[in-house]
T-cell receptor, first 113, second 115 residues
Framework: DQQVKQNSPSLSVQEGRISILNCDYT??????FLWYKKYPAEGPTFLIS?????DKNEDGRFTVFLNKSAKHLSLHIVPSQPGDSAVYFCAALVSYNTDKLIFGTGTRLQVFP | NAGVMQNPRHLVRRRGQEARLRCSPM?????VYWYRQLPEEGLKFMVY????????ESGMPKERFSAEFPKEGPSILRIQQVVRGDSAAYFC?????????????FGDGTRLSIL
């Protein structure tokens, strides 16, 4: 049962344009949503999070939007840079018992010049 | 380096051997999590520990796998009698004790290969 889904395995964007990565979830009990970025042979790096009581959170070039009625969130990166090329994971926090993260399968972003 | 430290980075074992993976959390962090990533998949939760306590082991296979986080020293993920299907990247994460929703910070993982 995949509770967090990233339906686009890959995305290719030109440098300077906006990258939009999408994530859907099924469990309405999730309290927090997080985005992680991962380079090959490294661990995931935390990027940005959003509480379920908010619909937007912004940090520099990164903005996360949450649509609770649609159970959908998205990460916007603008402007995109070649160094943003990585795999992006959406994760949801299960808060009613423990803080274990439920991850999506990831979207590979490639930013080309 | 004040980040989450995992060792070894790569571990090769033959079927039937034991694998021990170590994780030292970030300074000041008292919560440790272990995740497993199979090829082309996302990370899957295995176990959540605080010092000397297993809080949630709902993602751990019932047999051969165990984890501990002693009062002194790193957290250990132990896999006994390894099989080919245990080949994966194992990531450890830690978070501070301040409360819910604190982002977890990950180590660079241990890549386990079973011959």
């Amino acid at each position: 049962d995949q509770q967090v889904k990233q339906n686009s395995p890959s995305l290719s964007v030109q440098e300077g344009r906006i990258s939009i990565l999408n994530c859907d979830y099924t469990n309405s009990m999730f309290d927090y949503f997080l985005w992680y970025k991962k380079y090959p042979a490294e661990g995931p790096t935390f990027l940005i999070s959003i509480s379920s009581i908010k619909d937007k959170n912004e940090d520099g070039r990164f903005t996360v939007f949450l649509n609770k009625s649609a159970k959908h969130l998205s990460l916007h990166i603008v402007p995109s840079q070649p160094g943003d090329s990585a795999v992006y994971f959406c994760a949801a926090l299960v808060s009613y018992n423990t803080d274990k993260l439920i991850f999506g399968t990831g979207t590979r972003l490639q930013v080309f010049p | 380096n004040a980040g989450v430290m995992q060792n070894p980075r790569h571990l090769v074992r033959r079927r039937g051997q034991e694998a021990r993976l170590r994780c030292s959390p970030m300074k000041g962090h008292s919560h440790v999590y272990w995740y497993r990533q199979l090829p082309e998949e996302g990370l899957k939760f295995m176990v959540y520990l605080q010092k000397e306590n297993i809080i949630d082991e709902s993602g751990m296979p019932k047999e051969r796998f165990s984890a501990e986080f002693p009062k002194e020293g790193p957290s250990i993920l132990r896999i006994q009698q390894v099989v080919r299907g245990d080949s994966a990247a194992y990531f450890c994460a830690s978070s501070p004790p301040e409360g819910r929703g604190q982002p977890q910070h990950f180590g660079d993982g241990t890549r386990l290969s079973i011959l």
